[in-house]
């Protein structure tokens, strides 16, 4: 109360934060960009590929010229408002290379010309069948020539053609329909087509002699990027399953929508899977385009070079499946991947190495035979396969007596040795080694060194982190659980035993992808060199 009569006031105390209640939602405000912010972006998009600025300066230009026929008064009158139609096929056929201005091109005038032919002799017929039947004969003529276009752009063989119905369907309408009303008809048709003419010739005149861009210069270089990305990504990943002790898992939110910024391997297998629509659209600009650079002599194979990035394509999804591998839940223990490190880095390495060197052969144009470093990667891989045959005993977890199995490399595999087992027989003590703490092994009568080293090994790294064997002795435990106890230990060494045979798959598809830049490089007739 203030002490007036009559008056209340209510004093309401409001907290300092700003509380929702719930089940009232916050309106979801997007952040605005700062004007520094968004000219650093065009910067930094601008810098990454310089022919972009190129490539709209360019489009600007033909603009510029095309609009002088309108300025200009001589022009206007010969052709009067018409010449629209040369702006409209600039602004239409000009595209990024000069291949797909031709392809653009060809659509475009052909579409043209036989959409104008058609429509003179609609016009004719209609004229000639008098004023009550012209109009139906018009309409009836755009009714069938919309569905016959619309139809035939579907077809399969007719697919890389589907902007030339496109162009047919409107330039028959637009020229039919205004001719009907503007009166004279065929004039109205030839002077279109004379302005899109006139259009598509300055079009391809700034395009082609005004800093030109490729297509297939750019898809030579997106197959060597392929190659290096492929390399690169198969070295970053293999070392990070190498390297990689378990500490660190990546979060599950991330592993189901692939989303691994982190990781450049990952990124850059994934741009080489998702490459195979812009090689096939490089490649299909690239047959329009004349002799040119390097590419001097006419009907040039470039559709080996789509074939080359499927082959390629086909060895990343392998590359792939190793990034699965590393990122799996299930993991081999680390000091398991150690026992084999040596074998699988010379596997990689060499594989990496061979892709280079074809990277180098296809961006220099020259071939070499690649029969040693073929050879050399034959041979890693088969270090790695004999060594994975010769301790297959440590990819299970049975209780068979591996006495006859060759000695493992202990000191590779874990950080013990045969000295560690009687020192442990003297002292019966439980022992803590990484995250498991684990009882120290006493060798039993009977019982061979390799099975000591088996199960001392399981005992240092191992998922479940106790040993099934523990659980035997152990009465609370029902007896039908142990065999299914015991194939979930040995599955995580099988995870090790996947790596490798997805690694040795790989090694094998390169076979293929040899063969197919041999064939690129006969058929382009690059230059015969030497390998060292």
Not at 156 to 179: A, D, K, M, N
Not at 304 to 330: P, Q, T
Not at 340 to 365: G, P
Request: overall charge neutral.
């Amino acid at each position: 109360m203030n002490g007036k009569k009559g008056s209340i006031r209510i004093d309401i105390c409001l907290p300092s934060n700003n509380v929702v209640p719930e089940g009232v939602k916050k309106p979801i405000t997007a952040e605005v960009p700062s004007p520094r912010k968004w000219l650093s972006d065009v910067w930094e998009f601008a810098r990454q590929d310089t022919n972009r600025v190129t490539f709209a300066l360019k489009v600007g230009l033909a603009c510029l010229l095309v609009s002088l026929l309108i300025l200009f008064r001589a022009p206007y009158d010969i052709f009067g408002t018409n010449i629209i139609w040369s702006i409209l096929t600039v602004a239409i056929m000009f595209e990024y290379t000069v291949g797909a201005t031709f392809n653009r091109g060809f659509n475009r005038a052909l579409g043209s010309l036989l959409a104008g032919g058609f429509a003179i002799v609609v016009i004719q017929v209609a004229m000639s069948s008098g004023h009550i039947a012209e109009p139906y004969i018009i309409g009836f003529s755009i009714f069938l020539i919309g569905a016959v276009t619309s139809f035939m752009k579907l077809w399969p063989s007719l697919v890389p053609y589907e902007y030339g119905f496109r162009v047919i369907l409107f330039t028959y309408c637009l020229i039919i329909v205004s001719g009907y009303r503007m009166g004279n008809p065929i004039r109205t048709a030839m002077d279109r087509l004379y302005s899109i003419a006139i259009g598509a010739l300055i079009a391809v005149l700034v395009n082609v002699l005004i800093c030109p861009i490729w297509a297939g210069e750019q898809l030579h270089k997106e197959l060597v990027n392929n190659f290096n990305s492929l390399a690169d990504s198969l070295e970053e990943c293999v070392k990070k399953y190498l390297s990689d002790d378990g500490s660190e898992h990546p979060d599950f939110s991330k592993t189901v929508m692939g989303d691994f910024l982190d990781e450049p391997a990952f990124r850059k297998c994934r741009a080489t899977l998702n490459s195979s629509a812009k090689l096939d659209s490089l490649a299909n600009s690239a047959k329009w385009e004349p002799p040119h650079g390097r590419f001097k002599h006419f009907f040039y194979p470039w559709a080996e070079y789509v074939k080359v990035g499927n082959v390629l394509r086909h060895c990343a999804y392998e590359v792939m499946a190793l990034h699965g591998c590393v990122n799996s839940e299930i993991q081999a223990p680390y000091n398991l991947r150690c026992a084999f490190q040596s074998e699988i880095l010379d596997a990689t390495n060499q594989a990496a190495e061979l892709l280079r060197s074809l990277a180098k052969d296809v961006n220099n144009m020259k071939w070499s035979l690649q029969t040693s470093l073929l050879k050399h990667v034959h041979v890693s891989t088969e270090r790695l396969q004999h060594s994975i045959d010769l301790h297959s005993y440590l990819f299970t977890a049975s209780n068979e007596d591996n006495s006859a199995k060759p000695q493992l490399k202990t000191s590779r595999v874990v950080s013990f040795n045969i000295k560690d087992f009687t020192k442990q027989s003297d002292q019966p003590e439980s022992k803590v080694t990484g995250n498991a703490t684990t009882k120290s092994v006493v060798p039993m009568q009977g019982e061979s060194y390799h099975e000591m080293m088996k199960r001392q090994q399981r005992r240092l790294h191992s998922w479940p982190s106790r040993e099934v064997d523990d659980f035997e002795d152990d009465g609370n435990v029902v007896s039908d659980m142990i065999p299914r106890m015991r194939a979930l230990e040995s599955t995580t060494a099988l995870s090790l035993a996947t790596f490798t045979s997805l690694l040795i798959e790989f090694v094998a598809r390169l076979d293929h992808l040899v063969e197919a830049v041999e064939k690129l490089a006969t058929m382009a007739r690059f230059k015969q060199q030497i390998a060292n």
